[in-house]
């Protein structure tokens, strides 16, 4: 079906650009072209409108039981499990954004948790060599899945100071997997 009314379209189109050289070799002066010209681009706008609504989709049940019709391709669900918020309790809340020092911990939270076993991992990471350097690393063991909530301390005696990866992973038959919204770059001071 689509198909039909993109020749439709081509048709028009052709018609058009004859029918726009006849008004330019007229010089606009003359009435039959000029009203030609303006039906053939309301045909082309109208050919256009129908070619848009036949591409749009039925998609079910995305937000409600039924359909839904959709003209553009819909987002990804986003996950419903293993979701994780990270808070870093700052002991010097002037600092600034994403700082982290002694006296220093994090507020990992899990939400429809899949395993009982998460890893927090705080690592360099070297792109050239696909390389981390792991400065901490704590595990998260889940016994109550309702009430998956860590407070965790940050390893002081940790000397370097920089940027770093913080990496919450979730250990699914002994294989540590990425979490969305699991990550976040941190400046150690």
Known sequence: ????????????GAAFLAVSLWVFLTGGTNAKAIRAKYKLGGI?????A?????????????????ELIMCYDPVEPAPTENIVSLKINSS?????????????????????PVSSR??????LY??????????QQNELLIEDPEKAEFEVPFDDT??????AWLDVYCDKDGNLQSIPYGTMIINII
């Open 158 to 163: 940790i000397e370097y100071k920089g940027e």
């Open 126 to 135: 070297d792109r050239e060599q696909a390389e981390k350097t792991i400065l």
């Open 1 to 12: 079906m689509k198909t039909k009314y993109f020749i439709i379209y081509m048709a028009v």
């Open 118 to 123: 998460f890893v927090l991992m705080i690592y």
């Open 44 to 48: 082309m706008l109208t050919a256009w």
């Open 92 to 112: 010097r809340p002037d600092d600034g954004y994403n700082k982290v020092g002694k006296g220093d911990s994090f507020s990992v939270k899990i939400t429809n």
């Open 50 to 66: 129908m070619i848009s609504f036949v591409s749009c989709q039925v998609v079910d049940k995305i937000t409600n039981p039924g």
